[in-house]
C-alpha cells in the first residue's frame, strides 16, 4: 500500500553531518505520519523523530533533539532527517517509517518508547567515527 524509499547514509567522523532522505509512493493511511527509527548492532530498534504531515508537529527522541532536524517536502511525498553534530552512539542502521499507530506523548520523548508501524523502508547506515 505505502512504499519507502530510504537515501543518504554513509560514513562521516564525529561532529559531521548527514542528510538522510525517504520517498514514499503508494495509498497513505489517515492521520498521515512520517518519521524514522535506528538500530544499532546488538541492540533494539529505537525511536528517533516523527513528523505529522498534516500540521507539521515534530517529536524528537531525547538523545537526538537540538542536534536533528526532520522536514518534509509535499509535493514530492518525502521526509528529510538532518542530522548534524553526530556521535559515535548515533552509528546505527535507520529505517523510514510510515503509518504510526500512535505519536508520542510529547514532542521530547523519553527513551523507550515504542508504536507499531504499518510500513517500513530497507534502511540505510549511518557509521560515524570516533
Do not use: H
Not at 562521516?12 to 548527514?18: I, R, T
Amino acid at each position: 500500500q505505502v512504499q519507502l524509499v530510504e537515501s543518504g547514509g554513509g560514513l562521516v567522523q564525529a561532529g559531521g553531518s548527514l542528510r538522510l532522505s525517504c520517498a514514499a509512493s503508494g495509498r497513505t493511511a489517515s492521520s498521515y505520519a512520517m518519521g524514522w527509527f535506528r538500530q544499532a548492532p546488538g541492540e533494539e530498534r529505537e525511536f528517533v523523530s516523527v513528523i505529522r504531515w498534516s500540521g507539521g508537529r515534530t517529536y524528537y527522541a531525547v538523545s537526538v533533539k537540538g542536534r536533528f532536524t526532520i522536514s518534509r517536502d509535499n509535493a514530492k511525498n518525502t521526509v528529510y532527517l538532518q542530522m548534524n553534530s553526530l556521535k559515535p552512539e548515533d552509528t546505527a542502521v535507520y529505517y523510514c517509517a510510515a503509518d504510526f499507530l500512535s505519536l508520542p506523548p510529547t514532542t521530547t520523548v523519553p527513551p523507550g518508547w515504542v508504536t507499531s508501524v504499518d510500513y517500513w523502508g530497507q534502511g540505510t547506515q549511518v557509521t560515524v567515527s570516533s
